[in-house]
């Protein structure tokens, strides 16, 4: 008892660590969005580069990202209830797909802005350096952003956190793309500032289908990947007692995964015996696997 007791606190307080790790990284995002987004819309309108504010936008999208995995982080980690039998590990997937629609209007945006600039060419101005500087600024602050972020989503093993650095490193190269239009500009050649935004904008709605895509996939329980299938099949047929298994089943819930599978169990054992096969199974599954869960039935097999 008292080992069981010392194995759930030390599982508490794992809980409570990855929560902590995941608050701060967001609000770290948030925080940095919020200044960059603001520095970026100001000095582009003052500077008059359509790059830098489209690059401002897009960091003001990122707020809005970071407002939405803070709420879904929150309702991730509560527990199972009356409600919701399988827990709110769904929400990340939900998520992750406002993310990506996010993304994708934003990008959709640019890309419009961008175009009907291109068509009045003579309307684009000379901007002035210190966009140059504030582009070049952004570009360290978002790269150092996405490299914490990510370490921090790979440590916890959350998609949705990887979801949200990835959109971090997506405004490290729009920024890096809005520089050399900017510096283009600079040099005599204005119409490389609205196209630096288009191709910002072209890369983020590519983005954000992705995500947006990937996540809608899960909510609609797509399968798990053939290689992950595959070692729970081997992990199932590998456990003593198992003659064979038939309609294993898999789908997505948060970074977890819940699994239905059919067992082909010795017809002439007793029942207490098949319940302990059935357990068996299920422990394996479930410690060597992300298997938030898994059901078992039992198909008795009469041996020749």
Known sequence: MGNFTEEMGMEEEST???????????????????????????????????????????????????????????????????????????????????????LLVVGIGMVWSAVHKLQSPESIPTV?????????????????????MLAVAQKVKSSMLIANAWHARSDAASSLVVSIGIIGNLAGFPILDPIAALIVGF????????????????????????????????????TPGVIGFHQLKTRKAGDLILADVHLDIDGSITVAEGHIIAKAVKANVMSKHPVLYIMIHVDPVLKK
Do not use: P
């Open 203 to 238: 890369v983020v709605s590519k983005m954000g289908w992705k995500f947006l895509w990937d996540a809608t996939q899960d909510l609609l329980d797509k399968s798990i990947s053939e290689d992950q299938v595959a070692a729970i099949a081997a992990e199932i047929a590998a």
């Open 16 to 102: 409570a660590k990855t929560k902590r790790a995941v608050n701060k990284s967001i609000w770290v995002s948030a925080f940095v969005n919020l200044c960059l987004s603001i520095c970026q819309v100001i000095i582009g309108i003052v500077s008059g580069s359509q790059g830098l504010i489209a690059d401002g936008i897009h960091s003001l999208s990122d707020l809005g990202a970071d407002f939405v995995a803070l709420v879904a982080a929150w309702k991730s980690q509560k527990k199972a209830d009356t409600h919701y039998h399988y827990g709110y590990k769904r929400y990340e997937n939900l998520a992750s797909m406002i993310l990506g629609g996010l």
């Open 128 to 148: 002035h350096l210190i966009a140059l500087w504030t582009a070049l600024g952004s570009l360290l602050a978002k790269e150092l952003l996405f490299r914490y």
